[in-house]
C-alpha cells in the first residue's frame, strides 16, 4: 500500500466526564460521554472507553434511518455503551450523565436514545437547581437462575445460602441488560463485599449477565434499598452506581410483590466504596416499564 492509499487515523473524539446519581463530583458513577461520535469505528469506542477506566462511556451519532423520531420537540439519537472490556446493550448511568450533558446544551426537554436493548425515552428537568434526568426502560421480565449457576455464584462471592434473605429470592432480572439479583439477610452481609474477580466473571459471562444486583431491604422502610452491583465482565470491580440494574430491580421488586403497584423506591449505592449515589426507581400502573431517576454533575478535568 503506498503512503497515498494509507487510510487517516481516526481523529480524537471531545470526551466529557460526568458523575451521575448524584450532586456531589466525588459521589455517584462517573461516565465518559462523546457526544459526536460520527466517525468513530468499533476498535476506538472501545479504546476511549478503555483509556478512561469508567465501567461505561456514551457515545452519541445521529439516530439510524428510518428510526422513529419520538414526536415533536423530542431529540433523537443513537446511542452506543463501551465499558473498558467489551461493548454493553444499555447503561443508565452514562445514559443519565449524557442526557445531562445534553440538557446543558440543548436545554430541558424530551431525547429518545436508540440502543441495542430498544428505544429508551430520557426526560430532563431542573429541580432546585440541577438537572435531573429520568429514563424510562424498555418492556422488563424476570426468570428463574439455574440452581447449579446459583450455587457458582455464591462460591465465588464466598457467600452461604444461610447469608440471604428467604424473603426475595434470587432471579435474573432484565430492563435493557440481564442483572442477577442476591439478597443479603444483613446489612452487615453486603457491606463486606470480597470476591473472586475470574471465578464470577467467567460464570456471568457463561450465563449472560451484566452485573450482580445485591440488595438489602431497609427494615424501617420497605421502599428503601441499599444495593452493590459487581461488574467483572466490564473489567470492574464494582459499579458505583447502576441505573440499568436499578431498573431491572424496580421489574423484579413488582413482579415478586414486593412494593405496591404505584410506587418510589430508593436505592443507595456507591456508600461502602466511598462514592455515595442515589437512584429513584418509579412504578406506574398500567405501564410495565421502569423508571429510574438521578442527577448528574462534571467532572473536573484531569490534571495533565
Not at 459521589?27 to 476511549?48: I, K, S, W, Y
Not at 451519532?61 to 443513537?78: M, N, S
Request: charged content about 20%; proline content about 9%; hydrophobic content about 45%.
Amino acid at each position: 500500500m503506498s503512503l497515498a492509499e494509507t487510510p487517516a487515523p481516526t481523529a480524537e473524539p471531545a470526551v466529557l466526564r460526568y458523575a451521575a446519581f448524584t450532586h456531589d463530583p466525588a459521589g455517584g458513577n462517573p461516565a465518559g460521554v462523546v457526544l459526536d461520535a460520527a466517525g468513530l469505528d468499533d476498535a476506538t469506542m472501545l479504546a476511549v472507553a478503555a483509556r478512561l477506566g469508567y465501567s461505561e462511556t456514551a457515545f452519541l451519532t445521529p439516530p439510524p434511518t428510518g428510526a422513529q423520531e419520538g414526536g415533536d420537540g423530542v431529540r433523537a439519537y443513537r446511542a452506543r455503551y463501551f465499558s473498558p472490556q467489551a461493548e454493553v446493550p444499555f447503561c443508565g448511568h452514562a445514559t443519565v450523565a449524557t442526557a445531562v450533558a445534553l440538557g446543558e446544551r440543548h436545554g430541558t426537554g424530551d431525547y429518545l436514545f436508540h440502543t441495542q436493548a430498544g428505544p429508551v425515552p430520557v426526560t430532563v428537568d431542573e429541580r432546585d437547581g440541577a438537572l435531573r434526568a429520568t429514563l424510562t426502560s424498555v418492556a422488563p421480565h424476570t426468570e428463574e437462575y439455574p440452581d447449579a449457576d446459583l450455587t457458582e455464584a455464591l462460591a465465588a462471592l464466598g457467600w452461604e445460602r444461610a447469608d440471604l434473605d428467604p424473603a426475595l429470592a434470587p432471579r435474573v432480572a432484565y430492563a435493557g441488560a440481564r442483572h442477577l439479583v442476591l439478597a443479603a439477610a444483613t446489612r452487615d452481609r453486603l457491606a463486606r463485599l470480597d470476591y473472586d474477580f475470574t471465578r464470577l466473571r467467567d460464570l456471568m459471562r457463561h450465563t449472560g449477565l451484566t452485573t450482580l444486583q445485591l440488595v438489602w431491604r431497609d427494615p424501617a422502610d420497605p421502599l428503601v434499598f441499599h444495593v452493590r452491583d459487581p461488574f467483572p465482565v466490564g473489567g470492574v470491580v464494582e459499579d458505583p452506581a447502576t441505573g440499568a440494574a436499578a431498573l431491572a430491580f424496580g421489574a423484579y421488586a413488582r413482579e415478586a410483590g414486593l412494593v405496591p403497584d404505584a410506587a418510589e423506591l430508593t436505592l443507595h449505592q456507591g456508600e461502602d466504596m466511598g462514592r455515595p449515589g442515589l437512584l429513584t426507581v418509579t412504578l406506574v400502573p398500567g405501564d410495565p416499564r421502569v423508571r429510574v431517576a438521578g442527577t448528574g454533575v462534571p467532572l473536573p478535568e484531569p490534571a495533565a
